[in-house]
């Protein structure tokens, strides 16, 4: 897949790592030539690009900034038409876009592609750089309207290294995933258990 990474911090570096391993095409799309992930170059797969050039190649865009700067970033695609859209971004503790209680529904306000899917949010970069546990891997999460945003997420969960990735639910599902990340959060930071966990669907 061609595949345009916004935000090259601690979760977009490591998913762009992941994916180039395997074979995707990756295309940074910074505002600066002073951007995070510099060392993401090594690779031959990924090439950096301003963020409208980035989007204009991809196929599918991963957006992994801060989601205080949701709307600005949404505005900055360029013409989404046709175009997946994976929200890997979460509102912690009210900080998010203004007048929304999720990132997906402001990309979805503000960009033309209506294939918006939430995933990736639900655990650590760390999780994301290495998703296996001994003999086990981590499962991925995912929820949206867009049964081809999700199709390409599932698949690149599994590029990715996770075991397998469980659809949620619609996009009246991306709040409770916003939550689910924070329950993450919260086990990790607040209650001690450090970044070194992660979440597995068992069935029996």
């Known amino acids: 897949m061609k595949i345009a990474i916004i935000g090259s911090g601690n979760v977009g570096g490591a998913l762009a790592t992941r994916w180039a391993a395997k074979g995707h095409h990756i295309f940074i799309g910074a505002q600066s030539k002073d951007f995070k992930g510099k060392d993401l170059l090594e690779n031959s797969n990924t090439t950096v690009h301003s963020v409208a050039e980035a989007v204009e190649m991809a196929d599918v865009i991963l957006i992994a900034t801060p989601a205080t700067a949701t709307i600005d970033v949404a505005r900055s695609l360029g013409k989404t038409d046709g175009k997946v859209i994976i929200d ?4 912690v503790m009210g900080r998010g876009p203004a007048g929304y209680n999720s990132s997906s529904a402001a990309i979805l306000d503000h960009t033309a592609t209506r294939d918006v899917v939430k995933c990736f949010n639900t655990t650590g970069f760390n999780n994301m750089r290495n998703p296996r546990y001994g003999d086990v891997a981590l499962d991925m999460f995912m929820a949206g309207d867009s049964e081809k945003a ?31 990340a924070w329950f993450w959060i919260n086990l990790a930071m607040f209650q001690g258990q450090g970044r070194e966990i992660g979440f597995k669907l068992m069935k029996r």
């Open 88 to 91: 890997a971004m979460n509102i």
């Open 150 to 180: 999700k199709a390409v997420a599932h698949q690149l969960a599994l590029d990715a290294g996770f075991e397998a990735c469980y659809d949620v639910g619609g996009s009246d599902k991306f709040e409770l995933m916003e939550q689910f």
